[in-house]
C-alpha cells in the first residue's frame, strides 16, 4: 500500500497550488519553487534508498512515513513561502525514504511472485491517484480551507507510519564478507544490465503526463475541446489500471523478457495512433497506450529489483539518476511543436516509444546471470 500513501499525499501540493498560492500572496514563480523543491529533494533521499539494503527497512519506511506527515503538517500551518519550500523538501526527502524502504522489503517478501505483487502495488497507487483529488473536493465542497486537507494527509500518513513500525520487514540480505554502502555501488554501476534498464527508463519518462499533454493539444488543434481532449486523455488510465488488474492476478517470472518486448511495442502501436486524425481510432489508442505502459513499467520494475539480489536499493538508487535525462525529453517535443504544430511535437514521442522497442529487444542479450556480471568486481 505504500505507493497509494504517496499518490495520494504527494497530490496536495499540486491539487491545492492555486490556494495556497493566493492565501499567502505568492508569486507563481515562488509556489512553482515549492513544487520543484519536492523532485529535487526526492532525488537527494537516494540516499536512503542505497540505506535500504544495509540497515532496518522498518525504520527507514516508518520514519519517512511519519517524516512526510511532518512535512504535510508544515503544508498545513504554513504562513511564508520559505515555510511552504521548507515543507516541500521534507516531503521529497520523505517520500523517496518510505517508498523505497516499504518497495525493497516487498521485493524480499515477495520472492519468485514479484511480477504479480508489483502490478498489484501499482494497482493499488491508482486508488491513490483519485484519494488526493478526492479530498481536495470534499473539503472544497464542504467550504472548509485548503489547510484541512493537509492536515487529514498528514493524520493518515502518521498512522500509516505506526503501523509500518510494527511490521516485521525482511531484514537486508549479507553482501560479501563486509560489503560497504561504496562496494556496492560501485558493483552495480560497472553492470551494463543496469545502464540498459535506467535507459528504458528514462525513455519512459515522457511517455506519461507529457505525451498527455502534447495529446491533448493535438486534439485542440484538430478541432476537439479541451474537455473531450481530457475525457480522450483519460482513457490512457482506463487502460493502465486494466493491464495492472490483468497483471496482478497472474504474471509469469520466467516471461519477463517476452513481456517487456511485447509491451514495448503496444506501447508504441499506442503511440503511434494518437497520430490518426480519427476519434475513435485515438480513443481506442489511448486505451492501449495506457495498457502498454502497465506492460513495461512492472516489468522494468521486476527486472530492476532482481539484477542484484541484496542490492535492490542501490541499483533503485542508480536508475533513478540514469531516468533524470527523460524529464528533458519533452523540450524535444517542445521544439518540433513550435517548427511544426502540435501534432509534430506528438510525433516525438512516437520516437521514444520506438527508441524503447529496440532497447527491450536487446534486453535478452544483457540477461547473463549475475554471477557473470557481479564476478569481475567482487573477486
Excluded at 539494503?53 to 513561502?81: E, I, K, N, P, W
Excluded at 506528438?346 to 542479450?365: E, I, Q, S, Y
Aim: glycine residues 12%; charged residues 15%.
Amino acid at each position: 500500500m505504500v505507493r497509494l500513501g504517496d499518490e495520494a499525499g504527494s497530490y496536495l501540493p499540486t491539487g491545492a497550488f492555486e490556494s495556497f498560492r493566493s492565501d499567502l500572496g505568492l508569486t507563481y514563480s515562488q509556489a512553482s519553487i515549492v513544487l520543484a523543491a519536492m523532485g529535487l529533494a526526492g532525488l537527494a533521499g537516494s540516499v536512503f534508498t542505497v540505506a535500504a539494503d544495509h540497515m532496518s527497512r522498518r525504520v527507514l519506511a516508518a520514519g519517512g512515513a511519519l517524516a512526510y506527515a511532518t512535512s504535510l503538517t508544515l503544508f498545513a500551518t504554513a504562513q511564508s513561502f520559505l515555510a511552504l519550500f521548507v515543507a516541500g523538501l521534507v516531503l521529497g526527502v520523505a517520500s523517496t525514504a518510505m517508498v523505497d524502504a516499504a518497495e525493497v522489503a516487498l521485493v524480499d517478501e515477495a520472492g519468485d511472485d514479484l511480477d504479480r505483487q508489483l502490478a498489484r502495488q501499482n494497482l493499488l497507487a491508482g486508488i491513490g491517484d483519485f484519494v488526493g483529488p478526492g479530498l481536495i473536493i470534499a473539503v472544497t465542497a464542504l467550504g472548509l480551507s485548503w489547510r484541512v486537507a493537509f492536515a487529514a494527509g498528514a493524520v493518515l500518513l502518521g498512522a500509516y507510519g505506526l503501523w509500518l513500525a510494527t511490521l516485521p520487514l525482511p531484514r537486508p540480505r549479507p553482501n560479501g564478507d563486509g560489503e560497504t554502502a561504496r562496494d556496492g555501488l560501485r558493483i552495480v554501476l560497472r553492470d551494463p544490465r543496469v545502464w540498459l534498464v535506467g535507459a528504458l527508463a528514462m525513455f519512459l519518462v515522457p511517455l506519461d503526463e507529457p505525451f498527455v499533454a502534447f495529446l491533448i493539444s493535438t486534439l485542440d488543434d484538430r478541432g476537439s475541446s479541451v474537455a473531450a481532449g481530457n475525457a480522450i486523455a483519460a482513457l490512457t488510465i482506463v487502460g493502465f489500471l486494466a493491464g495492472l488488474a490483468v497483471m496482478s492476478r497472474r504474471t509469469e517470472t520466467t516471461e519477463r523478457d517476452r513481456r517487456l518486448a511485447r509491451g514495448a511495442v503496444i506501447l508504441a502501436l499506442g503511440t503511434a495512433t494518437a497520430l490518426v486524425p480519427s476519434i475513435p481510432v485515438v480513443c481506442a489508442g489511448a486505451l492501449v497506450f495506457g495498457w502498454g505502459i502497465a506492460e513495461v513499467w512492472v516489468t522494468l520494475q521486476a527486472r530492476m529489483y532482481s539484477l542484484h539480489p541484496g542490492r535492490a536499493g542501490t541499483v533503485k538508487a542508480v536508475v533513478t539518476v540514469i531516468e533524470i535525462g527523460g524529464f528533458a525529453m519533452p523540450v524535444l517535443a517542445g521544439v518540433a511543436a513550435d517548427a511544426g504544430g502540435p501534432a509534430a511535437g506528438l510525433a516525438t514521442f512516437l520516437g521514444f516509444a520506438l527508441l524503447m522497442v529496440v532497447l527491450a529487444h536487446l534486453a535478452p542479450r544483457r540477461s547473463g546471470t549475475l554471477a557473470e556480471a557481479a564476478r569481475p568486481d567482487e573477486a
